[in-house]
Each structure stands twice: as structure tokens, then as C-alpha cells.
């Protein structure tokens, strides 16, 4: 079965504009890559934070469970020395994120979206694009963006 979907090209946003070269292409797709492995990592503090918060209610049951069972020592040293506790000294997880957004993750955002600006009248992805036009076939699933 031939299923001809034709060979449009990509839309306009992901089409490279008049004399961009080829470096440049390039260049973008990995300040686009970094970025996207810093939205990762920003992914990763947030699996910190919750599994962190997991981690503190259970502690809590473990201090319950400890003193209901006559562990009255044992329940208070880990409720001294680890329930509720700074992960960095002065923060908790939800603090590690926030700063992670306010020194890190929005500069990078915004300088990667001023060279997009300045380079690529702000378009995206366009080294994707181009990989998956020279990739694409007339079958069936395989259209332009």
C-alpha cells in the first residue's frame, strides 16, 4: 500500500529564515539541546522536592510508630536530627527550586530565547525540522510539521 500524503514543507514557524546558514542552524540546535537538558534537570529538583516530602512523611510515621511501641529514644533522635530538616543548610527543597528558577533556569530561558530572537526571527527546533524533512518519506505518519 502507497499511501502518497504529498511533500509539503514545514510551516513557516519551523522553516529557517532567508540567510541563516548552516553553522548558525546548527549552534541553535544545541543551545536548544542545552536548554532542553537543563529543563531535565529542572525536572529532577522537582522529583527531589516530592520525593523528599515522601521521605519527611514517613519519618513522621516511623516517630509515631517508634513511640507507640515504647521507643520513646529512638523516636526522638530522629525526630531531632532529621524530620523537618534543611536539605542545604537555611533551605528545604521547595527554596532549592526556587533559586534554581530565579538564578539559573530563567536567565538561561531568556538568553535562549534573545539568540533565537536575534538569529532566528525566534523560531524553533529548526534543526529538528530539517532532520525530519530530510528523513521524512511519502508514507503515512511521516508529514511536515
Known amino acids: ?7 509539503e514543507e514545514p510551516d513557516e514557524a519551523h522553516r529557517r529564515p532567508p540567510g541563516v546558514d548552516d553553522a548558525t542552524i546548527e549552534a541553535l540546535g544545541m543551545l536548544t539541546k542545552a536548554l532542553e537538558y537543563t529543563e531535565r ?8 522536592h516530592h ?21 520513646e529514644e529512638q523516636a526522638g533522635l530522629v525526630e531531632r536530627e532529621i524530620l523537618g530538616r534543611d536539605v542545604v543548610p537555611g533551605m528545604w527543597t521547595y527554596q532549592l527550586i526556587e533559586a534554581y528558577d530565579r538564578t539559573y533556569y ?3 530561558t531568556a538568553a535562549e530565547e534573545q539568540v533565537r530572537q536575534e538569529l532566528a526571527a525566534g523560531r524553533r527546533h529548526l534543526a529538528e525540522a530539517e532532520m525530519q ?4 518519506s511519502r508514507r503515512r505518519g511521516h508529514t511536515a510539521p
Open 51 to 71: 520525593l523528599t516530602d515522601g521521605a519527611d512523611r514517613m519519618l513522621a510515621e516511623a516517630v509515631r510508630m517508634l513511640r507507640q511501641t515504647g521507643h
Open 106 to 108: 530563567r536567565v538561561f
Open 133 to 136: 524533512q530530510a528523513a521524512r
Open 41 to 48: 534537570a529542572r525536572g529532577h529538583l522537582y522529583a527531589v
Open 1 to 7: 500500500m502507497t499511501d502518497d500524503v504529498g511533500t
